[in-house]
């Protein structure tokens, strides 16, 4: 009897042992730990504040990411010199720039475009009155244009006065502030102006009408007064300094929110002025047209001809992606199988679970669309290394990704656009303008307390659908932009344009850890876990007490 149940224990603690070590390993789902390398980034500014944030959150788990904010320009520089293993772009190569005339190509380096994070330029601004900040200035596109190529050139023009509804600001010289780099906010400024004002960019441009990421320096006719400064955060420091009043910058709306402060508000197509909060960013984008063909090299670019002139209400103009650069080549000189294990767990990090905390910065989450579309592209780096671990399952399960854009079970809704609250009445021409903050809202989906973050510089209000600063109440939901929420509201723009689908008025969403995050995926549920632990114990113990048992009766006969 003894020897029979220590035959049958054996194999049984042995099998259950192993299974104990599958549940404790790191993962539980993945064969083995991966392996990473440093790998090293460079570019947009504009996109800084985010990628740092997701470089920070990845250190953690012991994957190491450097990135340097050197300007859109220099990060495809980069990208195509080797000098780098990813780049972030806001613009797609074109061969040379084309008011420069500088070489623009990957120089025959192998890439793949996926974006990575949406956003706002903003135009933060230092005017004072009596020694008081203004922080409720309101511009239409044409004086922006006029502002930024010298043909308006004091705050007290006819044309910002009529903008604030007749009340004038004092008679200060306007000193634009440009970047002196190639740069993002430069290409979407002028992209935005070539589309819309055509005839000042050229006359700023040299007869030039094409986007480029090098403002041209002292174009118009006041050459005095416009500032060129390198960086995202030479633009701000200049801004903030003594001396500055009456300066205008073009920025990424993080970083003057970060500072706290003010950015103009821009009249949209619908005629209301607005603020580049994730929200209007979100809603802004859903008419971007984005290159669906997976063949041409510029796959997932953007157009955004129809965001500029985006009728609903809530529009903020200048929103647009910014994108990643990888490379896809098996025979990519400066790539291992280790820096590409750790460029797809960043990049699935930062296009998944990063995108949730990218808002209150002052950016916009990816619709679902383009988070799916970004995996298909991060798994070129599987397809050019097999030795790379890459659950090809995420792909489908993209619709679990902890994102504000999408909710579990409904991931062709852009459910940050449904809930983007309605602008106050005085964002209107002819209104106000509103005191300071109000119609900035950019809490996250689902905050119900506190003060929420700050938009123009104060806590927000919801745009007049709950309490100042509270977030309690859910914004209404109105998706044909005419003021009236919707009772239902109809199906939404096609998978493309980032669209959106059936409304739903819950401001309490259960969001499902991502299945990217290895600490959300960290094994079978605890009861599981006891249940194979008492049967372990049980094998453990009853043997020996059964023979024992056995060996007494025996000895009594």
């Not at 504040?49 to 959150?57: H, I, K, L, S, T």
């Not at 991931?411 to 903050?437: F, H, T």
Request: proline content about 8%.
């Amino acid at each position: 009897m003894i020897p029979l149940l220590r035959r049958t224990a054996r194999p049984i603690v042995l099998l259950l042992a192993g299974y104990l070590a599958l549940l404790s390993g790191p993962g539980a789902a993945s064969a083995t730990a991966p392996t990473y390398a440093l790998i090293q980034g460079s570019g947009s500014s504009w996109a800084a504040n985010a990628v740092n944030q997701w470089v920070a959150e990845v250190d953690a788990k012991d994957l190491k990411v450097v990135y340097t904010a050197n300007g859109a320009a220099q990060g495809r520089k980069d990208y195509a010199n080797k000098s780098t293993d990813f780049g972030v772009t806001d613009s797609p190569y074109r061969g040379k720039d084309p008011s420069t005339g500088a070489v623009d190509s990957s120089l025959g380096r192998s890439f793949a475009y996926l974006p990575v994070v949406a956003g706002g330029t903003a135009f933060p601004y230092n005017i004072q009155v009596g020694g008081k900040p203004v922080r409720n200035l309101r511009l239409s596109g044409e004086t922006l244009a006029k502002i930024f190529t010298n043909k308006i050139t004091n705050w007290n023009d006819a044309a910002v006065t009529a903008d604030n509804n007749g009340k004038a600001l004092p008679s200060i010289p306007i000193i634009p502030v440009v970047r002196a780099d190639g740069a993002g906010v430069t290409n979407q400024f002028s992209t935005w102006m070539t589309s819309q004002y055509a005839s000042l960019w050229r006359d700023c441009n040299g007869g030039k009408s094409a986007p480029t990421d090098y403002f041209p320096l002292n174009c118009g006719e006041a050459r005095g007064q416009q500032r060129a400064q390198t960086g995202s955060d030479g633009v701000m420091n200049f801004l903030k300094s003594k001396g500055s009043v009456g300066a205008i910058a073009m920025e990424e709306y993080s970083y003057p929110l970060a500072a706290d402060y003010p950015v103009a508000k821009l009249l949209n197509k619908a005629g209301y002025y607005t603020l580049p909060t994730q929200y209007n960013v979100a809603v802004a984008l859903t008419k971007a047209e984005i290159n669906d063909n997976p063949s041409d090299p510029n796959y997932l670019t953007q157009k955004l001809d129809r965001v500029y002139v985006n009728p609903d209400k809530r529009t903020y103009v200048l929103s647009s992606y910014v994108y990643a650069i990888i490379p896809t080549a098996a025979s990519d000189s400066r790539m291992t199988t280790a820096k590409r294990q750790a460029l797809v767990d960043f990049l699935k990090h930062s296009i998944c679970v990063g995108q949730s905390a990218i808002g209150p910065i002052g950016y916009s989450p990816l619709p679902v669309n383009l988070v799916q579309a970004s995996f298909t592209q991060v798994n070129k780096l599987k397809l050019a290394d097999p030795k790379v671990q890459f659950d090809s399952s995420i792909i489908k399960n993209v619709k679990d990704c902890h994102n504000p854009t999408f909710v579990p079970g409904k991931p062709s809704e852009n459910y940050l656009a449904k809930i983007a609250p309605m602008p106050a009445d005085c964002d209107r021409p002819g209104q106000g303008p509103c005191a300071e903050g109000v119609g900035s809202y950019n809490l996250n989906p689902g905050d119900k307390g506190g003060t929420g973050t700050k938009g123009s510089g104060t806590p927000t209000t919801g745009a007049g659908t709950g309490t100042p600063g509270s977030g309690t109440a859910a914004p209404s939901i109105d998706t044909d932009g005419d003021g009236v929420p919707d009772a239902a509201a109809p199906a939404g723009a096609p998978a493309a344009d980032g669209g959106t689908g059936t409304a739903t008025t819950s401001d309490d969403i259960s969001v499902v850890a991502t299945t990217l995050d290895p600490d959300a995926r960290s094994g079978p549920p605890k009861v599981l876990a006891a249940l194979v632990l008492g049967l372990f114990g049980g094998v453990l113990i009853v043997p020996p007490v059964v023979a024992q048992a056995v060996a007494r009766r025996k000895r009594t006969r």
